[in-house]
């Protein structure tokens, strides 16, 4: 996998682009990493978001790619959520039952999730 670039010293965020990075990177990057150990949710919201990412891939079978934004990829401390977006394939999209749908429309509204213990902002 990639090598996420390092965040902008004077805006705190990403250098604008796609960076393809495996679990374990991202969660050395902006979970582990010395600069966050002080970080009173990042864990949280990790753990959080590893419980719905499991459970839309159970719902899906599959996820394809997986895209993350917001404060959760920058330099603040304490983000107040993970804003993800999953990618599912055409055929596996189109093979799911109706629950399978309605269920992924609950993932991916932000209340249902935080009424839920997970702090996501998906779609």
């Known amino acids: 996998m990639g090598v996420l670039p390092d965040l902008d010293p004077k805006t705190g965020l990403l250098p604008p682009g ?14 582990s990493a010395p ?15 590893q419980c719905h990412r499991a459970i839309v891939e159970a719902e899906t079978g599959d ?8 404060s959760f990829v920058s330099a603040k401390l304490d983000p107040g959520d993970i804003d ?4 599912l394939h055409s055929h596996v999209y189109d093979a799911l ?16 999730c935080v009424e839920r213990g997970m702090r996501i902002d998906a779609t």
């Open 18 to 31: 796609r960076y393809p990075a495996s679990l374990s990177h991202l969660e050395r990057a902006y979970v």
């Open 63 to 70: 996820i394809a790619r997986t895209w993350l934004g917001g």
């Open 84 to 87: 993800v977006t999953y990618l």
């Open 35 to 49: 600069g966050f150990a002080d970080s009173s949710t990042r864990r949280h919201l990790w753990e959080e978001w």
């Open 97 to 112: 039952d109706r629950d399978s749908l309605v269920s992924l429309d609950d993932l991916t509204d932000r209340s249902w």
